[in-house]
């Protein structure tokens, strides 16, 4: 039966990106009364997720960068052998039980992934682009909620905000008293959870010599560049390893 396994020899080659979506969550924000536009608390929680992929899932990923329902998680070596159908489902599963710990929903959670083949080159230029999906969410979410604070439904809100050009939307809650350039940056430009190499001071008892080590740890950034400047640029080319 084995043969009948479709994709299981199916292989990627790095560097990757795995993106996991959250299924269905409008339904599970609805269900934890989560607060509109942006609940903190669920922010958390998808930050733990992403640290816990970075982290402990044996995954081992460069990094991973989320924002709303999103983790993208990048890779310069892929585990697995490079096995898609492995990475996809380890991956989502691992995500859907990390939040579950996190958040304890009434019901199941579920995400989906995709793998999404790049060069280094192409790696930068698809985080500019889920970063600037982060902005539009942000905009949108702002907007929709203040349609429906002031009596729309969400579907007519909704239809209301469809096409219209990120300008106007600005403009739209600059009327009604918001700045949205001065909201939270993690509400603007998504969160990164990254490792670094840094510099121990230890005693080496055999030398009796105190000595320098280098340790990856783990570090949560809230406060992104726009990686369309040339310090976002730069944060990039720092976290970007070619394989």
Known sequence: MKQRELFSNL????????????????????HLSFEKP?????????VNVSESLVSHSGLN???AYTFSDEISLYFSSVPFRGRVEKIDSIASSYAASALSLNIHPESPVAFDARIVQVT?????EYLKNRQHEAWRNHINAYCQAALITEGMTPTDAQRTLLGMP??????????????????????????????????????????????E??????????ELPLFNAPEGRKFL??????P
């Open 38 to 46: 942006f609940d903190e608390t669920f922010h958390r929680a998808m």
């Open 213 to 222: 080590t280098l340790r990856s740890s783990v570090t949560i950034d809230e």
């Open 166 to 211: 990120s300008k106007a939307l600005h403009e739209m809650m600059f009327a009604r008293g918001v700045n949205l350039a001065t909201t939270p940056a993690w509400q603007r430009r998504g969160a990164m959870v990254y490792k670094m190499l840094k510099k121990v001071h230890g005693f080496n008892p055999i030398t009796n010599e105190t000595a």
């Open 61 to 63: 990923p460069d990094f």
């Open 11 to 30: 292989i990627t080659v790095p560097p990757i990106f795995v993106r996991i979506d959250g299924r269905a969550f409008h339904r599970l924000a609805s």
């Open 120 to 124: 280094p080159v192409l790696a930068a």
């Open 237 to 242: 080319d720092s976290l970007i390893m070619e």
